[in-house]
C-alpha cells in the first residue's frame, strides 16, 4: 500500500480537529490581539503567519510590544505543531529581538519544527520578517501531551 506525502491541506485540517476539540476556548480566541491573522502551511509542514500590526499592539511608538509578539510567537508554534497531529503544551520559549518590528507593514512569522526526540519533546523556530530581513527569532520547547484527539 503506497503512502503518499502530506499536502498543505493535511497539515490544516489536522490543526482545525484539533484546534476544535481541545484549544476552542484558547484566550486568543475569546479576545484576540490581532483579528486578522492568515495562516498557511507549506507542503513540507512549515507553517507561514502573517499579520498587520497597527497602532493598538504598540510599546514603543511605532513598534510593536516585543510581549504581544512572545505571545503570538507560542501561539503559531502550537498551530503548526497542531497541524503534525501533535497537542502541546510550552516547555520553553527563548525570544532574540535583533530588530523591532514596525506597526503598519507586514510581518511574516515562519515556523518549523527541528527536531522531536522520544522524551516526547518537540524543538521549534520561529523566524519574523519585515521587508525580507529577520527582525526576532523565537525558538522553544514543547512538551507532548497525551489527550483522547
Not at 484549544?23 to 490581532?34: D, E, M
Not at 518537540?122 to 523565537?138: A, H, R, V
Request: with cysteine.
Amino acid at each position: 500500500m503506497e503512502t503518499r506525502e502530506k499536502t498543505s491541506g493535511d497539515y490544516h485540517r489536522e490543526h482545525d480537529r484539533l484546534h476544535g476539540a481541545h484549544h476552542s476556548n484558547c484566550l486568543f480566541l475569546r479576545t484576540p490581539p490581532v483579528r486578522e491573522i492568515s495562516d498557511t502551511f507549506t507542503n513540507e509542514g512549515s507553517l507561514i503567519t502573517k499579520i498587520v500590526f497597527n497602532e493598538s499592539h504598540q510599546g514603543y511608538d511605532g513598534k510593536v510590544h516585543g510581549g504581544l509578539i512572545s505571545a503570538i510567537t507560542d501561539s503559531v508554534m502550537v498551530r503548526c505543531l497542531m497541524g503534525h497531529g501533535i497537542l502541546s503544551y510550552t516547555a520553553e520559549l527563548k525570544m532574540r529581538y535583533k530588530l523591532p518590528v514596525e506597526i503598519n507593514k507586514e510581518t511574516i512569522f515562519v515556523t518549523t519544527i527541528l527536531s522531536s526526540g522520544r522524551d516526547r519533546l518537540y524543538s521549534l523556530e520561529t523566524k519574523i520578517y519585515q521587508d525580507n530581513e529577520i527582525k526576532i527569532t523565537g525558538k522553544s520547547r514543547f512538551y507532548r501531551y497525551n489527550a483522547k484527539a
